[in-house]
């Protein structure tokens, strides 16, 4: 072999010598990397480190929940859970200065227990904004009905009616406790059997409680307005009572029905075919079809004439009011408590329950007015208006009326709380 192949034998032994030991110098280097530099795992906590939270202790105790059927009491439904009898008779005793358990009807509870079973803490929902609470401390056990903090909103309702105010109020969300009260505001002006027309509109300011975002119930009804084609019908609250845009008090002297949420089986007419007797005869009443034990209104304040069996009537009661009026009451079930010859009555006040007694085919009330001897057509006769606001209220009432007429017609939010609302009382 020349010197020539000498060296490039030369060349290459270098060659794979330097490659060979930059192998092995990277491996070294990575395995000191790893084995001194790698982060270590650490052994896990056998423990806290800092002291628990009040939440993270709750979250350390057993929790049993349960529900208090209608029928059944606080008592029954803890035994069924298994909870020890001397927790029982804690949980009672601690409640019993604050609960009337003859009156609770239903209601949540949850109980929390340490890891031994013992009892921690009670709470007790009778409703959403009565609620108790049984919690240990270093006295002992101690009872309290907890604050329950409710926010209040003014809001306007806006409906169409398309079959009744039932379903209208129902299609927007609202419960029958806004019907109730929309139509006792208006008893006097409207007849919520016959007025109500698919089309008619209404608009109501009332203020809803919430719970967060439960809706609790309703507060005051500030303003109504019920419209039919160009006539509008308004009331506005203003000292705990409802009065026109005039100023005049919506009570009147006479309801325009006797009862508050009923359809009305048969209207006035003097030639009607008798259900039972057969043949046309002239039928002087108006008939409100309701179930038997529908609590029955004066319409008006009077005094009883007569209470008692009246051949086809049933039993009826009699009521003499004055300005020679004189109202009938047909077909009852039974009678209103204390109701006899002679009994002074008031505008509202219960005389008698719905039923079907005399001649009748089901249960509904016969309805008659009379005036000097003769009967009336209750759905139209005109009673005289009610009492103006006092001269010196009129000013601030005024005033009042004007801002409610303007929520009613403005674009303001549907929703503000109270303290949104300013200088409306």
């Given at each position: 072999?020349d010197?020539?192949?000498r060296?490039?034998?030369?060349?290459k032994?270098k060659r794979?010598?330097m490659?060979?030991s930059?192998?092995?110098?990277?491996?070294?280097l990575?395995l000191?990397y790893?084995f001194?530099?790698?982060?270590?795992?650490?052994?896990?906590?056998?423990?806290?480190t800092?002291?628990?939270?009040?939440?993270?202790k709750?979250?350390?105790h057993?929790?049993?929940?349960?529900?208090?059927?209608?029928?059944?009491?606080?008592?029954?439904?803890l035994?069924?859970?298994?909870?020890p009898l001397h927790w029982?008779e804690l949980i009672?005793?601690?409640?019993k200065?604050y609960v009337?358990?003859?009156?609770?009807?239903?209601?949540?509870?949850?109980l929390f227990?340490?890891?031994q079973g013992g009892?921690v803490?009670?709470i007790?929902?009778?409703?959403?904004?009565?609620?108790?609470?049984?919690e240990k401390d270093?006295q002992?056990?101690?009872a309290?009905?907890?604050?329950?903090?409710l926010e209040?909103y003014?809001?306007?309702v806006?409906?169409?009616?398309?079959s009744?105010l039932f379903e209208a109020?129902?299609?927007?969300?609202?419960q029958d406790q806004?019907?109730?009260?929309?139509?006792?505001?208006l008893?006097w002006?409207?007849d919520?059997y016959?007025?109500v027309?698919e089309?008619d509109?209404f608009k109501v300011v009332?203020?809803?409680l919430?719970?967060?975002?439960?809706f609790?119930?309703y507060?005051?009804t500030?303003?109504?307005?019920?419209e039919r084609?160009?006539?509008?019908?308004?009331?506005v609250?203003?000292q705990g009572e409802y009065y026109?845009?005039n100023g005049i008090s919506?009570k009147?002297?006479?309801?325009?029905?006797p009862?508050r949420?009923n359809?009305?089986s048969?209207?006035?007419?003097?030639?009607?075919?008798h259900p039972?007797l057969g043949?046309?005869?002239p039928h002087?009443?108006?008939d409100y079809?309701?179930?038997?034990?529908?609590?029955i209104w004066?319409?008006?304040d009077?005094?009883?004439?007569s209470?008692?069996w009246?051949?086809?009537f049933g039993n009826?009661?009699?009521l003499?009011h004055?300005?020679?009026?004189?109202?009938?009451y047909?077909?009852?079930?039974?009678?209103?408590?204390?109701?006899?010859?002679?009994?002074?009555?008031?505008?509202?006040?219960i005389i008698?329950?719905?039923?079907?007694?005399?001649?009748?085919?089901g249960?509904h009330?016969?309805?008659r007015?009379g005036?000097?001897?003769?009967l009336r057509?209750?759905?139209?006769?005109s009673?005289?208006?009610g009492?103006p606001?006092?001269?010196?209220e009129?000013?601030?009432?005024q005033k009042?009326k004007d801002?409610?007429i303007?929520?009613?017609q403005?674009d303001n939010?549907?929703?503000k709380?109270?303290?949104e609302?300013?200088g409306l009382p």
């Open positions: 072999m010197d020539e192949s060296m490039k034998e030369g060349r032994g794979k010598w490659i060979l930059g192998t092995i110098l990277i491996a070294l990575l000191v790893f001194i530099f790698s982060p270590k795992p650490h052994p896990p906590s056998t423990g806290p800092g002291p628990l939270s009040s939440s993270s709750e979250s350390q057993q929790v049993i929940e349960g529900r208090v059927k209608e029928k059944s009491t606080l008592f029954s439904s035994a069924e859970k298994n909870i029982i009672i005793s601690k409640l200065p009337n358990f003859k009156k609770i009807k239903g209601g949540t509870y949850r227990t340490d890891v009892l803490k009670f007790f929902e009778a409703s959403p904004t009565e609620v108790y609470e049984i270093s002992g056990y101690t309290q009905r907890k604050e329950v903090p209040t003014w809001v306007k806006v409906g169409e009616i398309r009744s109020m129902d299609v927007i969300g609202e806004l019907v109730i009260a929309f139509a006792e505001i008893a002006e409207i919520f016959k007025d027309r089309g509109q009332v203020e809803k919430y719970k967060g975002d439960q609790i119930q507060g005051p500030h303003v109504v307005e019920y084609g160009d006539k509008k019908i308004r009331g609250r203003y026109n845009e919506l009147k002297a006479f309801l325009k029905a009862l949420f359809r009305i048969s209207r006035f007419s003097r030639a009607r075919r039972i043949g046309v005869r002087f009443g108006v079809a309701a179930p038997t034990g529908t609590p004066a319409v008006a009077g005094t009883v004439l209470s008692g009246n051949e086809g009826q009661v009699v003499r004055p300005n020679g009026y004189m109202t009938y047909g077909h009852l079930s039974r009678y209103g408590p204390g109701i006899r010859k002679g009994t002074r009555v008031r505008q509202k006040q008698g329950y719905v039923g079907s007694t005399g001649l009748s085919t249960p009330l016969d309805y007015l005036k000097g001897g003769q057509n209750p759905l139209k006769e009673f005289p208006a009492l606001i006092k001269r010196e009129m000013e601030k009432f009042r801002e409610m303007a929520w009613l403005g939010p549907s929703y709380r109270m303290e609302v300013e």
